[in-house]
């Protein structure tokens, strides 16, 4: 079964450093989507991307935050100064039909972050 | 955003079916309700969702009471594979997003 892929697995970066999370989605999927998860607390929504260009975003998805599809395959989330708020597992989602109203939402397995 | 309401936590045993319940009494009459389950140290997965009424899949049922103001999602014969938070979420039409509340933890006991 198709799968969303997430690299790396953990990554672990000094306070205002650059970082790039990087997603494979579901080749058929066109709809991209980054949540999050500081440890102990809920998945929260980040931002959803279709056809280069985001659709929606929450308040914690600030100027600090971009995403990008810089291939066909590829969809990244660069935080461009971490802060050690930051800290989080980070997971990429696809859907093939867009809004997650009535389709699946397919999670990858994250990326664990850690900002010292 | 239609609110649900789940138990913080369950306990099962293991080769019993489970039955995990989740109100969402401000319901709209176009909001799917789907569950998603967080297994340890892994992302999000699908389960299984609907609209009125009742669906199977390989992994559960989704039961759907008739005035749709709650759901009971059902494991017929829980393994200790099935330990793991579970979600149940409503979407709007038009929704961009899911938004995830804090889950009803299972555990299942051997």
């Known amino acids: 079964e198709p799968e969303v892929t997430q690299t790396p697995s953990h990554q672990v970066t000094q306070m205002g450093q650059e970082v790039i999370l990087r997603c494979v989605p579901i080749s058929n999927h066109l709809y991209f989507y980054w949540y999050r998860q500081i440890l102990g607390q809920k998945v929260e929504f980040l931002v959803s991307f279709y056809n280069n260009e985001i659709s929606e975003k929450s308040e914690i998805f600030d100027d600090q935050f971009s995403v990008e599809r810089p291939d066909g395959s590829n969809f990244t989330l660069k935080i461009r100064s971490t802060k050690l708020e930051d800290s989080a597992m980070y997971f990429c989602a696809s859907n093939e039909q867009g809004i997650p109203y009535n389709s699946p939402l397919h999670f990858g397995n994250g990326t664990r972050l850690t900002v010292t | 955003d239609a609110k649900t309401t789940q138990p913080n936590s369950m306990e099962s045993n293991e080769e019993e079916p489970v039955h995990l319940p989740c109100n969402h009494s401000?319901?709209?009459?176009?909001?799917?309700i789907h569950w998603y389950r967080q297994l340890p140290s892994q992302g999000p997965e699908y389960v299984i969702h609907g609209l009125t009424s009742n669906v199977n899949n390989r992994m559960a049922s989704l039961a759907i009471a008739e005035d749709r103001k709650s759901s009971t999602l059902i494991l017929h014969r829980a393994t200790l594979r099935d330990a793991a938070v579970y979600y149940c979420i409503l979407s709007f039409q038009g929704a961009q997003k899911l938004v995830f509340g804090q889950g009803t933890r299972l555990t299942i006991n051997p």
């Open positions: 401000t319901i709209s009459g176009t909001d799917y």
